[in-house]
């Protein structure tokens, strides 16, 4: 009964800024870790950013300097920060949660998101 919900992605031209949400909902006690990963067309996914529990970050090269990702353990709520677009970043962003303790006491490893489009275009 977990699910992760993504919302924020759309168009924008370069230079431009989105932020991205993802919800985690459900029986959750905790998660370890949430992070980004994002899909170009033709490309294989790839990390964005993660944040775990704590808030430690980290970031891909590529987005190093013009992208943030925060969460609200309260809300069980990663966002993502994105400044600076250029088209290289358009992809399918997927939110992912790693790590899931269930108040029922089970474990769960690995959820993703459906995905949200992000374009980046004049």
């Known amino acids: 009964q977990v699910q992760l919900v993504e919302s924020g992605g759309g168009l924008v031209q370069p230079g431009g800024s989105l932020r991205l949400s993802c919800l985690a909902s459900g029986s959750i006690a905790s998660i370890n870790v949430m992070g980004w990963y994002r899909q170009p067309p033709g490309k294989q996914r790839e990390l964005v950013a993660s944040i775990t529990y704590g808030g430690r970050t980290d970031y891909a090269d590529s987005v190093k300097g013009r992208f943030t990702i925060s969460r609200d353990n309260a809300r069980n709520t990663v966002y993502l920060q994105m400044n600076s677009l250029n088209v290289e970043d358009t992809a399918v962003y997927y939110c992912?949660?790693?790590?899931?303790?269930?108040?029922?006491?089970?474990?769960?490893?690995?959820?993703w998101g459906q995905g949200t489009q992000v374009t980046v275009s004049s």
């Open positions: 992912n949660a790693n790590g899931i303790l269930l108040t029922s006491g089970k474990y769960e490893y690995d959820y």
